[in-house]
């Protein structure tokens, strides 16, 4: 029969192998917020959080946080891979003195080689004063789907990042009333740029692509902005399909980088068009107070002028 003595020993091994094999803090992989959560919960289905910020902590990378309900989230920074979905209850951030949503997820961890973040169904509103919708700092990839983001003094969504092969998706969003612009690419190396059914109205500038970023614009309208629909600066690339820029000062302005547009309206502008484009011929400019450039033909002069 073991002594006392022994009994304890074991009992204390026992305790330290079992402290060592559960992890502290355990984070998991599908988290919930709702209005009437908490953020000192787990932010379990039954137990959830109150903001984003509180469910991220709580939140394994990789993992998924679902909204329960409408309500406001807060403002929230992303520094690893991650989705929030409030696909079904719209969930909303009022951006005030900061941005309504930062991405910052660094280079080189490698419990994170995706660095991919995807948000779906998020409103977020500057009320008329707040500066920034979303900053993209760094990441892989950034996804945003059915968003809606409004009422910016700055910019609707500004992707600076200074990694090249980086990918920004923007689909069925519309971005709104920002006094500077609505969407741009403006990371420092090659970046890919897809918007898809997006609307860019009454801003400033609807899109300013920067040097280095290649953008395809489908489905997609620019309207009623004070500057100019679409800018492409020196470098930058935009191929434009089945899309409208109209009443704008300036519809389109290029300076440079390669542009081409097809089967897209140029309507009822200040200016239709300044600075080279390429079009496939079956574009539609017309309505606006001055032509401005016009395009030069993807092919030979033919009534397919390049089309197959």
């Known amino acids: 029969m073991p002594t006392n003595k022994s009994l304890w020993a074991a009992l204390a091994v026992a305790s330290a192998l079992t402290a060592i094999s559960a992890p502290a803090h355990a984070q998991a992989t599908r988290t919930w917020v709702a209005g009437l959560g908490n953020d000192a919960d787990p932010c379990s289905r039954t137990a959830p959080c109150k903001t984003f910020a509180g469910a991220i902590a709580k939140t394994a990378t990789n993992g998924i946080i679902d909204c329960i309900d409408a309500g406001g989230y807060g403002t929230v920074t992303i520094t ?3 989705t929030i979905d409030c696909h079904e209850s719209l969930g909303s951030i009022l951006a005030q003195d900061s941005a309504g949503i930062v991405i910052n997820i660094p280079m080189g961890d490698p419990k994170d080689p995706l660095r991919t973040v995807r948000i779906r169904n998020v409103d977020i509103s500057g009320a008329g004063f707040g500066g920034q919708g979303i900053a993209i700092l ?9 968003m809606s983001i409004t ?3 700055k910019f609707g969504i500004a992707d600076t990042r200074a990694e090249a092969g980086s990918l920004l998706v923007v689909k069925n969003s519309i971005v709104a009333n920002i006094a500077g612009t609505g969407i741009t690419p403006a990371a420092s190396q090659t970046n890919n740029v897809v918007l898809d059914n997006v609307h860019s109205v009454k801003n400033s500038f609807g899109l300013a692509i920067a040097k280095g970023n290649s953008v395809t614009v489908n489905r997609s309208v620019f309207a009623g902005n004070s500057t100019a629909g679409i800018q492409v600066d020196p470098g930058g690339l935009m191929s434009a399909d089945n899309s409208i820029v109209s009443s704008n000062a300036t519809g389109l302005i290029t300076s440079g980088g390669p542009v081409t547009i097809a089967n897209t309206d140029i309507t009822f502008n200040g200016t239709g068009i300044s ?5 496939f011929g079956n574009n539609r400019i017309f309505g606006n107070a001055a032509a401005g450039t016009a395009p030069g033909a993807a092919g030979a002069a033919a009534p397919a002028l390049g089309q197959q």
């Open 80 to 82: 690893r891979s991650m």
């Open 138 to 146: 760094s990441a892989a990839a950034v996804i945003l789907e059915d």
């Open 151 to 153: 009422g910016l003094t």
């Open 275 to 279: 600075g080279a484009t390429t079009s």
